[in-house]
């Protein structure tokens, strides 16, 4: 018997231990920066901008607008949780093809931005801002804002509290909170200090929301999305990609056709 009670209290203090642990190393778990050198220079086939902003804090920021030929408004991107500009820029051909400039940050600690990413309210006042620098080169009902898995949380948050025309969600959770408790169980979700609450900020998007999500998703499990469709307006869609994976979303020739279709309905 107190052989068992000291294992049950060595087993809870690896337990309490862990989660203290999760706490302070958890943004290393979530985002996945590569840095890139000041001076790197990006080659990409087509003609791009790089743009800087400097953050209320004097962090700053970088960021890619890629120009297409005939603009009829511009995408703002948020990318997934892993890389930089350096990879994510090779997916704007897509994009500019729709006769749309898209715009691509870079979140704080990656690629040539500075500072390191250290809580939620953090990354959405840096969103908030660029947008507003944005804004003063496009109207705002020409703009349409897209985030891609770790990306949908600050898009939906964006989106909930401006007016782009559309916006657009690839491979989006439910929350975070929900995430940790699908995939890990067994950690209190209370210790997770971002949220992301794609739940609760989707309800306040009043412009139409297309979510893409590939049935065979890995990472952010397809149910994610049938949880958020529940929450959906008349004008918002949920679009199922057969045997789709989290990655090479961009690749997927239904995702393109559809992208298309829903992007020619917007108005000029």
Known sequence: MKTALSIAKVVGFVYILSCILLYFIQEKMIFFPEKLAPNYTFRFQQ?????YFSTPGKTRLHGLLFKSDSSRGMIFYLHGNAGSLR???EIAKLYTDLHYDLFMLDYRGYGKSEGT???EQQIYDDVQFIYDSIKK???????IVLGYSIGTGPATKLASTNHPQLLILQSPYYSLTD?????????????LKYKFNNNINLQNCSMPVVIF?????EVIYYGSSLKLKALFKPADTLITLENQGHNGM????????VLQQMIDKQPS
């Not at 003609?47 to 743009?51: A, M, R, V």
């Not at 961009?250 to 056709?257: A, F, G, I, T, W």
Request: hydrophobic content about 30%; aromatic content about 16%.
């Open 47 to 51: 003609p791009f901008e790089e743009l």
């Open 87 to 89: 990879s994510w820029g």
């Open 117 to 119: 990413i250290s809580n």
């Open 137 to 143: 080169r496009y109207n705002e009902k020409n703009i």
């Open 179 to 191: 995430m940790m408790k699908h995939n890990f169980a067994m950690i209190p979700a209370f210790i």
């Open 213 to 217: 999500h590939g049935n065979k998703d």
């Open 250 to 257: 961009s690749d997927n020739p239904y995702y393109r056709k």
